[in-house]
């Protein structure tokens, strides 16, 4: 028999040790890491946090195992999906798991992914779409459990403010208000689609009162000096979203800004592909440093999360 006491669970790679911190520390679950963004569990979580976007259970490859093993989780499969590359296979497999549970082949609505390749089974209503709703997304869009990644390197607390000056479909400052009772959030982005969904994306949410999204320049934001307790914000990265060579102009202008919104002792916590310019951009600005920095790999592209802070007192 599998072990069915231990669960594996997927975030944005660069995040695991943040995820297994949480683990223990919430809850004394005790974790590992077992590959990229995978880290094994002893048991499920009473909470799963935005971190974690799959939630999977390890598995043998025997058919007969499954419903022991799902059941706890699903009490009631309604349809099940084999994902395997060899088509032979996934039809022989589809069959023999059919004959062994009565389940339902529903490739296209299922609540069961068998993944013998992989040797585990992910849990449909488990991850993070099911568990927080879908959201409205563009090309450029973080992905939530990313978003989630860069909301607890800021540590916010409640009451405090909120910034995004990219903010696009306000993935970060929904994430945000899901994992924090209080507080109040900007989604700023210069883009009418963005805000559009952003809008929508508040909204479906009932989070209007906490997040207000507006239209407008990330260069020149319409925020008092010292206003804003945290500043997180997926940057364009010069690639789905502009430019190399606007980012010359933009990540300087926008550090500016930041800077000057900031409160004293304000966290900022930026993620940009575009590194050597962004660090450069940092080092000019000189009134904000970067106090740790980690990798992310997603979706093919591995930027960075600067953590920055104030290296100076702000100007009045
Ligand atoms: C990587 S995307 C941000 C994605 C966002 N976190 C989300 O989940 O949708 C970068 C965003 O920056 C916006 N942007 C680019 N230049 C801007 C500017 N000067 N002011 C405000 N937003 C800007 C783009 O419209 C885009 O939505």
Request: glycine share 6%; net charge neutral.
């Amino acid at each position: 028999m599998p072990d069915a006491t231990r669960v594996l669970l997927s975030c944005a790679v660069g995040f695991e040790d943040l995820v297994r911190g949480d683990l223990m520390e919430q809850y004394a679950v005790r974790s590992r890491q077992v590959g990229p963004g995978q880290v094994s569990a002893e048991q499920l979580p009473p909470v799963l946090n935005t971190m974690i976007d799959t939630v999977a259970l390890p598995w043998d490859g025997n058919p007969a195992d499954l419903r022991a093993l799902v059941t706890p989780l699903v009490p009631d499969v309604l349809g099940f999906r084999v994902q395997a590359g060899d088509p032979v296979l996934r039809e022989e497999l589809v069959k023999t798991v059919v004959a062994a549970t009565g389940w339902v082949n529903r490739p296209g609505d299922w609540q069961v992914n068998l993944d013998p390749e992989r040797e585990l089974v992910e849990i449909g209503p488990l991850a993070w779409a099911a568990r927080f709703g879908r959201m409205r997304r563009l090309p450029a869009t973080t992905p939530p459990a990313v978003a989630a990644g860069l909301v607890r390197l800021a540590k916010l607390k409640p009451g405090m403010t909120l910034l995004d000056p990219c903010g696009g479909v306000a993935t970060i400052p929904i994430v945000d208000a899901i994992e924090r009772p209080d507080g109040h959030a900007w989604s700023i982005d210069s883009d009418n689609a963005a805000v559009t969904d952003a809008t929508a994306n508040v909204a479906d949410r009932d989070l209007t009162d906490r997040i207000d999204v507006r239209r407008g320049d990330a260069t020149a934001l319409e925020l008092p000096d010292l206003s804003v307790d945290r500043v997180i914000s997926d940057l364009p990265f010069g690639k789905k979203v502009g430019s190399n060579q606007e980012n010359r102009v933009l990540y300087p202008a926008i550090l500016r800004e930041v800077e000057r919104v900031l409160s004293v002792d304000g966290r900022v916590v930026l993620l940009t592909d575009d590194k050597r310019f962004f660090e450069q951009a940092v080092q000019r600005a000189r009134g904000l440093k970067v106090v740790t920095q980690r990798v992310v790999r997603y979706n093919n592209v591995t930027p960075t999360a600067y953590v920055l802070r104030r290296s100076r007192k702000p100007r009045r």
